[in-house]
């Protein structure tokens, strides 16, 4: 036992001398971190010789379900972190929804994870899949007031000033489309947790039935990008795809019915709507969709160059292969909508983030110059997704309150922190953002030649160059003094239980991981 005692004490002053004292792992000290319950290590899969980060783990946080304590109840929260070094930038990216697990073994980085070879910290909202309560339920009302802005951003603040424990580097938290929104309400309610915000394309709907993106949709959308001439003929391709669709309804609109879930079905008659509202809504979103994504027109038009009659009572037969070809356009459109996963947004939207409005008079104008005619109504477009979606409970209990529109208002001409706020002009969403500011501590930079998948190098050379150099200096500037954790003292804990160890049996290292449980994630097959 002397002979150990000496030797340790001998590795004690020489780690002292050289600096190169007992570390734990990266692991290790996640796992020591007051609200971490488990931290699983994730396998990654190579790009080349290369994976994206040194290491890479599935990290459970527990949280207060309420920041307020109107509740001591708590939920589990998942962090995917993929490390490259205790100095490095860190790059906290929130997803407004949940957290992909097939993505996890891939390259997943944010776009400036990879600009700063940073590491990358990457949250699934609350109330998000395995991020949500055990009795949450989405027929029921209970526990949903507690999927708020405040709460949520208490949560990132959380996860931050512990991770801050640990790592020591400057911080950049980011976000896409909700996750720009929450960007930017994370700023609101934190203005000094981190040295940057960068909020990708994020909206903030005038209420829940902003009629800001369908005026844009069918008047000014894609001018900027694609000129007025061109765009206008794809907004007129998009209006009188539409109208098609309306004149063959007898066949597509059973196939977008059955596209939908039973029990989704049997939702929407309970709350008195028909297939033919549904079908008309579905139309109209699929607008959206085409603007904000891939924008392929050139599709759209092929398809609408197909021969067929302007008849819908002729025999399917003669207009069989244009009625395919958009049955797989839907078909395509639908197959991975859940909205089990979107009800959470679907619920902050409802009571305090908005929603844009439906608006139906464009389509019903256009098809009733075709001798047609719709069967939604104006009063049931107004906010029609809720009305979709809430059972009548639901729809009573699920009020919006403007307040936290009016606090981001506000904030666009307060705010102190340095944001960064990127979009795309021929993006929907573009037309629901909060107004322009001239706050100076607010930089809005948009780029003509991207819709919601704007990324910073769609920008021009100079905006590119100027969003470089605005997230240099700041990330050069100390925001905290909690900074990263101390290698001295995790090397004297080290060498104290290893000294303990020691005295019991010289066959056992010590091992710093507590009990909790330690998984692998693998490549699953696709």
């Not at 109208?243 to 309804?249: G, L, S, T």
């Not at 009659?309 to 459109?333: A, M, R, W, Y």
């Not at 925001?479 to 060498?495: A, E, H, K």
Request: hydrophobic content about 35%; overall charge negative; some cysteine.
């Amino acid at each position: 036992m002397k002979k150990y005692l000496t030797l340790a004490l001998l590795i004690l002053i020489l780690s002292i001398l050289t600096g190169t004292a007992f570390s734990e792992s990266f692991r290790d000290k996640l796992l020591s971190l007051p609200d971490v319950v488990s931290v699983d290590e994730i396998i990654q899969i190579k790009s080349g010789d290369k994976t994206p980060f040194a290491e890479k783990y599935l990290v459970i946080f527990e949280q207060p379900l309420d920041w307020n304590g109107a509740t001591s109840e708590t939920f589990t929260q998942r962090i995917e972190i993929g490390f490259n070094g205790y100095d490095n930038v860190n790059v906290m990216q929130v997803h407004g929804y949940e957290l992909n697990d097939e993505y996890f073994t891939t390259d997943d980085r944010h776009e400036l994870v990879e600009k700063f070879d940073g590491n990358f910290i990457n949250v699934e909202y609350r109330f998000f899949k395995k991020s949500a309560p055990k009795n949450l339920s989405r027929e029921s009302t209970a526990l949903w007031e507690y999927l708020n802005d405040e709460n949520a951003s208490n949560d990132f603040h959380n996860i931050i000033r512990e991770l801050k424990e640990i790592l020591s580097g400057s911080w950049i938290f980011t976000g896409t489309s909700k996750g720009g929104q929450a960007t930017n309400v994370f700023a609101y309610y934190f203005p000094n947790d981190v040295n940057a915000y960068v909020a990708y394309v994020a909206p903030f709907c005038d209420g829940t039935n902003d009629k800001r993106m369908y005026e844009a949709l069918y008047n000014t959308i894609g001018n900027e990008r694609y000129g007025e001439t061109k765009a206008k003929e794809y907004r007129d391709l998009m209006l009188d795809f539409q109208v098609e669709a309306i004149k063959n309804r007898d066949y597509l609109q059973p196939v977008v019915w059955n596209l939908i879930s039973e029990d989704e079905r049997i939702l929407k008659n309970n709350s008195g709507l028909t297939s033919s509202d549904v079908y008309e809504n579905y139309l109209t979103d699929y607008d959206v969709g085409v603007w904000q994504y891939d924008q392929d027109f050139a599709s759209i038009e092929k398809l609408m160059k197909l021969p067929r009659t302007d008849d819908p009572s002729t025999d399917v037969k003669e207009n069989e292969e244009f009625l395919e070809g958009i049955s797989d356009l839907f078909q395509k459109d639908l197959e991975d909508y859940n909205v089990d996963l979107l009800f959470p947004y679907l619920y902050q939207a409802a009571t305090e983030n908005g929603n844009y409005g439906l608006s139906i008079k464009y389509l019903r104008e256009a098809v009733e110059k075709a001798g047609l005619s719709l069967n939604l109504t104006d009063e049931k477009a107004i906010n029609f997704t809720f009305k979709a979606e809430f059972t009548q409970e639901q729809l009573k209990a699920f009020t919006f309150n403007p307040e936290m529109r009016n606090k981001m208002l506000e904030w666009t001409k307060t705010n102190t922190s340095n944001v960064i706020m990127i979009y795309g002009d021929s993006d929907p969403w573009y037309f629901v953002r909060l107004p322009e500011t001239d706050n100076k501590n607010i930089h809005v930079f948009v780029s003509s030649k991207a819709a919601h998948g704007v990324k910073i190098d769609d920008m021009t050379d100079s905006d590119k160059n100027e969003i470089m150099s605005l997230l240099n200096s700041w990330l050069k500037k100390d925001i905290s003094s909690s900074g990263g954790g101390c290698n001295f003292g995790f090397s004297v804990l080290g060498l104290l239980v290893m000294l303990f160890n020691l005295s019991v049996s010289s066959r056992h290292l010590p091992l710093l991981r507590g009990d909790k449980n330690f998984h692998i994630y693998k490549a699953s097959p696709r």
